[in-house]
């Protein structure tokens, strides 16, 4: 199975996550600039999941 599938929803976690951190940092939100930080941890890993998968294929 191709790592792309999970790549892309790496890269879309990691963007999705730096919006939410960026709009908790604006408004003062604790709680949503951390939920961003997690969200783009997750899209790393999720990435690096993906460029696994693909040097193993």
């Known amino acids: 199975?191709?790592?792309?599938?999970d790549?892309?929803?790496g890269k879309y976690d990691q963007a999705a996550g730096k919006?939410?951190?960026?709009?908790g940092?604006?408004?003062?939100?604790?709680e949503l600039e951390t939920e961003g930080e997690l969200?783009?941890?997750k899209?790393?890993?999720e990435?690096?999941?993906g460029k696994?998968?693909?040097a193993l294929d």
């Open 1 to 5: 199975m191709s790592g792309t599938k």
């Open 7 to 9: 790549k892309i929803k």
């Open 19 to 23: 919006v939410k951190d960026e709009i």
């Open 25 to 30: 940092e604006a408004t003062d939100n604790e």
């Open 39 to 41: 969200q783009n941890v």
């Open 43 to 45: 899209g790393h890993a």
């Open 47 to 49: 990435e690096a999941k």
């Open 52 to 54: 696994v998968k693909d």
